[in-house]
């Protein structure tokens, strides 16, 4: 059975730095891409990040890119996401999520139809 387990969601102050976890079970690493997803309150679910383990290679969207570091411990089933200089706008529940990629396949914008396990989520919060 595949699981995702997300932790490390918190209260922190604008300007400050979070990092989520995410312990998957039930597939190898090296067969899928992972990504994290967030879902701030009356908005839509939107994709923050991808890892792939074809070639860890990763991708970003515009609103995170050079703030947040998504990276894996293969040892430790885990992947991480770093937040640095958190906003108030990045408050939202995270999401892990995992998909089957093939063997040649870069990361790349992590669109929710691609995913086929989810997380249950962990919130962050960032106050002003």
Known sequence: E?????????????GGSLRLSCAYSG??????????????????????CEISSNDDTTYYSDSVKGRFTI?????KNTVYLEMNSLKP????????AA????LIESATMP???RYDYWGQGT??????
Do not use: M
């Open 71 to 75: 990276s894996s411990d293969n040892a």
């Open 99 to 102: 998909h089957y990629i093939s």
């Open 2 to 14: 595949v699981q995702l387990v997300e932790s490390g969601g918190a209260l922190v102050q604008a």
């Open 111 to 113: 669109l929710e139809y």
């Open 27 to 48: 597939f190898a690493f090296d067969e899928y891409a992972i990504g994290w997803f967030r879902q701030a309150p009356g908005k839509e679910r939107e994709g923050v």
């Open 123 to 128: 919130q962050v919060t960032v106050s002003s």
């Open 89 to 96: 706008e990045d408050t939202a529940v995270y999401y892990c």
